[in-house]
């Protein structure tokens, strides 16, 4: 029998095959041809991550606005969420975010909890020790959300068409502004056939202390049906599960 080297054997030379194959199914050990194929692999995690339903990547438990967020992966998730309704029966201080799927890991839909959770972070500490801060421009908020929001829905072609008083500014903190703003936009976002349009208008009243906004965001999607606008306001409730979203946005806004 001829010898035959093994892994790790001092000296040894062991030549492992890995069944790669062409596009046409051939197998080849071409080194050329195995980037080509890993490249191709890898290509659809970006077509998985639009095609697949936030419900198959992950599971909110809470309203995600809680100052604490308990992040895990997998079978712990019932244990997880005994603990915390145990400590927190209420709700007001813990959210639990389950992972349910590593690839594509949902990282858009993590980075957007951990943003909520650092505002209401910031939020309590500021509490109590609030100052009058300088007014907020809300074009300059606007057009950069609006960037990244068209990053997002690249594949979709979404139309964003602005228009916003130049002078329009927010008196309060940029967090508000920017959640107020964000809910809003990503909602038309998801539900539009091709545009949108953002709209703000200052607010002038006599008996007012200083100007408000009029802030209109429209698309042309589906709508609301008049007797389902009360219920999607809600906590928690989705127009529909097929749609990324938690089901908390329009309820921050209101």
Same mark, same amino acid.
Request: charged share 25%; hydrophobic share 40%.
């Given at each position: 029998?001829?010898?035959?080297?093994?892994?790790?054997?001092?000296?040894?030379?062991?030549?492992?095959?890995?069944?790669?194959?062409?596009?046409?199914?051939?197998?080849?050990?071409?080194?050329?041809?195995?980037?080509?194929?890993?490249?191709?692999?890898?290509?659809?995690?970006?077509?998985?991550?639009?095609?697949?339903?936030?419900?198959?990547?992950?599971?909110?438990?809470?309203?995600?606005?809680?100052? /604490?967020? #308990?992040?895990?992966?997998?079978?712990?998730?019932?244990? %997880?969420?005994?603990?915390? !309704?145990?400590?927190? =029966? @209420? +709700?007001?201080?813990?959210?639990?975010?389950?992972?349910?799927?590593?690839?594509?890991?949902?990282?858009?839909?993590?980075?957007?909890?951990?943003?909520?959770?650092?505002?209401?972070?910031?939020?309590?500490?500021?509490?109590?020790?609030?100052?009058?801060?300088?007014?907020?421009?809300?074009?300059?908020?606007?057009?950069?959300?609006?960037?990244?929001?068209?990053? /997002?829905? #690249?594949?979709?072609?979404?139309?964003?068409?602005?228009? %916003?008083?130049?002078?329009? !500014?927010?008196?309060? =903190? @940029? +967090?508000?502004?920017?959640?107020?703003?964000?809910?809003?936009?990503?909602?038309?976002?998801?539900?539009?056939?091709?545009?949108?349009?953002?709209?703000?208008?200052?607010?002038?009243?006599?008996?007012?202390?200083?100007?408000?906004?009029?802030?209109?965001?429209?698309?042309?999607?589906?709508?609301?049906?008049?007797?389902?606008?009360?219920?999607?306001?809600?906590?928690?409730?989705?127009?529909?599960?097929?749609?990324?979203?938690?089901? %908390?946005?329009?309820?921050?806004?209101?």
């Amino acid at each position: 029998v001829s010898p035959r080297s093994i892994p790790g054997q001092p000296g040894g030379a062991f030549w492992t095959t890995t069944d790669e194959h062409d596009p046409r199914g051939h197998i080849t050990e071409s080194i050329s041809n195995r980037l080509l194929m890993m490249e191709k692999r890898m290509g659809k995690l970006k077509l998985a991550s639009n095609e697949i339903s936030d419900e198959k990547k992950f599971r909110l438990v809470g309203s995600g606005e809680t100052p /604490v967020l #308990a992040l895990a992966w997998g079978s712990s998730k019932g244990a %997880i969420v005994d603990a915390l !309704r145990h400590a927190d =029966p @209420e +709700g007001r201080r813990y959210s639990f975010l389950q992972i349910r799927m590593m690839r594509p890991f949902p990282v858009e839909q993590v980075r957007r909890m951990d943003s909520i959770i650092a505002y209401q972070l910031s939020r309590a500490a500021a509490k109590g020790r609030q100052t009058f801060a300088a007014p907020v421009p809300v074009a300059a908020h606007a057009e950069a959300l609006v960037q990244g929001l068209e990053k /997002v829905h #690249a594949v979709r072609r979404i139309l964003c068409e602005f228009d %916003i008083d130049p002078e329009a !500014r927010f008196f309060g =903190p @940029e +967090g508000d502004l920017l959640e107020l703003l964000g809910n809003l936009t990503e909602n038309a976002f998801k539900w539009a056939r091709s545009r949108v349009l953002l709209t703000v208008h200052r607010l002038q009243e006599a008996t007012a202390l200083r100007e408000g906004l009029e802030i209109i965001v429209e698309d042309d999607g589906p709508g609301i049906p008049p007797e389902r606008v009360d219920r999607l306001l809600q906590r928690g409730v989705r127009g529909d599960e097929r749609v990324q979203g938690h089901g %908390i946005g329009l309820a921050i806004v209101v």
